[in-house]
């Protein structure tokens, strides 16, 4: 079971940016596809971003394409989710997920393909 840890939520101005990370052990990285996810208060928990064990394919919520951009660096096991002209809108707690994948190239935008996440951390944005 992987224990991911996420970081670099925060308070931001709209129109601005951050970068969070989401840090991985007790697997290989390599071997499992990660997701980000958020949740807005009183709000189902949505898909946002996914990428492929390598970093060869990555889908984007309609909602964040242009905006956001999810990477990885197997090297250091973490996931990053870079997102910039933000919106109030975009306030949620975002969380990162992984679940194991034969498949190199396949990245997943379902919750229930991904089978375990990190504790989250809070996003906010103001207008």
């Known amino acids: 079971q992987a224990q991911l840890v996420e970081s670099g939520g925060g308070l931001v101005q709209a129109g601005g940016s951050l970068r969070l990370s989401c840090a991985a052990s007790g697997h290989t990285f390599s071997a499992y596809a990660m997701g980000w996810f958020r949740q807005a208060p009183g709000k189902e928990r949505n898909f946002v971003a996914a990428i492929s064990r390598f970093g060869s394919s990555t889908v984007y919520a309609d909602s964040v394409k242009g905006r956001f951009t999810i990477s990885r660096d197997n090297a250091k096991s973490t996931v990053y989710l870079q997102m910039n002209s933000l919106k109030p809108e975009d306030t949620a707690v975002y969380s990162c997920?992984?679940?194991?994948?034969?498949?190199?190239?396949?990245?997943?935008?379902?919750?229930?393909?991904?089978?375990?996440w990190g504790q989250g951390t809070q996003v906010t944005v103001s207008s």
């Open positions: 997920a992984a679940r194991w994948s034969a498949a190199a190239t396949r990245s997943y935008s379902q919750m229930d393909e991904y089978e375990d």
